[in-house]
């Protein structure tokens, strides 16, 4: 291809991504289930488009996005799966622009989504696009493109689960993971899972006249922070009962080749703007963040948060919690655990209820199996340097559905880069990397 | 005045009060200052009306009303303070009608600031009106009325102090506190003071997604109830240093006149919904809630808290604290000292900052001083019942600066009943109580 028809293909995949990041797909908010619907839309055509068979595909939830090539016998088939939905975009006024007004700033484009992952995707669709320009593709292939990731998938076991056949596949690629910094081709061979919950805490039936009460009845503002304040010791560690039970420990060729990442404490707190490292003792950070488990409280509200004050005992409090969990630690007993260590620890005077959320298996593969390495040869050639093996301290439960429903093993071939910003304000995504992807997409 | 005429009266009365409680005049909210300032120009007028020579003063921030009759030398000079600014009305969805719209059910008008503090002025003021159209008073009169008590009568300590010779008076009066029950009269000889803070914790400069970096940062949401939950011990104590050191003891016959009053914990569980009594040990509900400190969340918030979830760290958490005081506590000393306790406290990784809100002294009066004696037989005329003699855990910081600046004792006279639900949804006052008010009004 020449550099100008090169140069063509790139503007027209640019004004697509644009397109594509304009959509508010926000699966987690039912006031843009109209913008989800619309963006599996404009999926479906752009897929038909380029010479794919394209269906949108109904669940209870948001709806899944299949395409496929015309399947031929004796052909691998590889399944490229992603996700349209994005995470919620405020807080607003953080943005330098509006999150669904994509912009481009030094070759970098800037837009919710635009990292996680809808950028990530795209490159894959467009270099299937121009592998399909020039014939037929070596392989059979399926596109999975979800809406509903950013919610913890699911619907999409229920979904794999009914079209089993039809999904058959011999091995998945997967672009949602980042590398580990600009130019180094990235192979994640693990990811943590998750479980969420979400506690509520309740006393008076309205909120009280602090002076008239005050000192008498519970205050559930005080029970909530002092029974989240149970959840971690003075060590970092998690302080519920079994947390570590079944936490397998770092190989020492995994801490060798955490150790020679690039990435140090110094950037990790340029990238976050955190103030200082914080974690469990006795291990590193990247160690912490990516093959250790957590307690994070998301977020959490209770009584007056507006202007000036309003001395009032409020009625009630909530906190919004996520577990990240590795391997093999399961979700459904960390929550389990979890409930019981928060009612022994519930203060007096007080009601708790638990609402258990979306939640998904951690994942460990082997970097040195047979596809693990024909995935790090892409890479390679893509990029031209040696392959980085980390874990990944995010969560893409589908990779364990996959494993479990499909029998198939995910090759994570990250795009992001770590100042990509993804579930924050300014998310953004590299043209650079956004071809790098199209490119890698063929040489697989 | 026979039963006609008397009313005819009260149903003038009842009228202007509706008037009165249509303004949503809440002092904190920048955006009510035009129903604020509007609701001052009500009261100059109606004040005018009856024959006072009523004018609103501007301050830095809401304005004072101050009426007063043609003083004569030789009688004494009575000031009936009261406020006309109101606690803000959210939560909006659990008001039975809407908060500035009154509503009048089996006697009992609904809506903010009926008891709070508009129903109990009025009621003086109607008092004194009935007194007026009979002829001249037996006393030299002043009301001063504000519109920032519920912000802490930020600038009323200054209005006092720059016209301490025009608000000259013998003794003030005061209705802003409750009865012990319907029917018994109550003679507050003491209130809590206060002191408000908000704090706020940072940590990263955005939110983060917590997979990336959940493990190896500092949360300040978990650092923040880590900090919230040092304030208090296991017996319910503020375990903040030196925090009692200034408190004064029950005296013995404070305790005895405690346990005589009607209303018990079923009472208490009842007026406010509370699963269960808790509190300091070796105190009665009763003394917890008037004559011992307290350290309250007022209100928390960090993260997400929308509906579903949202996998971030968040950057900042904050809460709302006050503080209820009493004698010999003295605010600023407090401050510093909860300061100083939730610095040394702060867990790693995060950063603390502290800002002090409004504060006001506790108060405590001899009850069996002349004045004090005076009011119980006023109390006693009106109601035809013995008198309860109470220390209130609310606060009126501008009776210790009544005190201090004017030199002057205050008579708390309550006409409140323990269900006004005063801060809370569906505040209420009974038409009855703002009659007797204006009847005790006359007596005194």
């Known amino acids: 291809m020449s550099y100008a028809q090169s140069t063509t293909a790139e503007d027209h995949a640019v004004a ?101 992952n809808k950028g990530q995707i795209l490159a894959h669709i467009h270099g299937v696009q121009q592998a399909l320009a020039e014939g037929e593709l070596p392989v059979n292939l399926i596109f999975l493109i979800e809406g509903e990731e950013e919610i913890g998938s699911v619907n999409l076991g229920a979904f794999l689960e009914a079209n089993r056949d039809a999904l058959k596949c011999d091995i998945i690629a997967i672009s949602d993971t980042g590398m580990v910094a600009k130019g180094h081709p990235t192979f994640t061979y693990g990811l943590r899972g998750i479980a969420a919950a979400e506690l509520r805490v309740t006393g008076p039936s309205v ?49 060798e080749a955490a150790a020679k990442l690039p990435g140090t404490d110094a950037d990790l707190l340029s990238l976050s703007g955190s103030p200082a490292v914080y974690g469990e003792e006795g291990y590193t950070s990247t160690e912490r963040r990516t093959a250790r488990p957590t307690a994070e409280i998301n977020g959490f509200g209770s009584g007056y948060q507006g202007e000036g004050s309003k001395t009032i005992i409020p009625s009630k ?91 198939v093993e995910t090759l994570l071939l990250g795009l992001a880069l770590p100042d990509c910003r993804a579930h924050s304000p300014n998310e953004n995504f590299p043209l650079e990397n956004f071809h790098a992807g199209a490119k890698m997409s063929r040489h697989l």
């Open 16 to 116: 697509d991504l644009i397109q594509f990041l304009k959509f508010p797909s926000v699966s987690t908010d039912p006031a843009h289930n109209a913008d989800t619907d619309q963006c599996a839309d404009w999926l479906v055509t752009k897929l038909t488009g380029i010479g794919l068979a394209a269906e949108k595909h109904p669940t209870p939830g948001h709806p899944v996005v299949v395409a496929r090539n015309q399947h031929k016998a004796g052909l691998p088939t590889v399944m490229i799966y992603g996700h349209y939905d994005v995470q919620p975009a405020d807080p607003l006024d953080l943005w330098q622009t509006p999150p669904f007004e994509p912009r481009i700033e030094n070759g970098v484009i800037y837009a919710r989504g635009s990292t996680d």
């Open 207 to 255: 909120d009280l006249h602090s002076g008239i009460y005050g000192g008498a009845v519970a205050n559930p503002a005080t029970a909530l922070a002092q029974l989240l304040a149970t959840l971690h010791d003075k060590q970092g560690r998690v302080a519920i009962e079994g947390f570590y039970d079944e936490v397998r420990d770092l190989a020492e060729w995994e801490r």
């Open 317 to 407: 409090a909530m906190a919004k919690l996520t577990f990240r969990l590795v391997p093999d630690q399961n979700p459904k007993r960390i929550l389990e655990r979890a409930e019981n260590h928060l009612r022994k620890h519930l203060p007096p005077g007080v009601e708790l209820s638990v609402h258990c959320g979306h939640s998904g298996e951690p994942y460990l593969c082997d970097p040195h199996s047979t596809a693990g390495q024909a995935a790090q040869r892409a890479l390679q050639a893509t990029f031209g340097a040696e392959v980085a093996l980390i874990r990944e301290g995010g969560s893409i439960p589908i990779v364990q559905t996959f494993k479990d429903v499909l029998g």
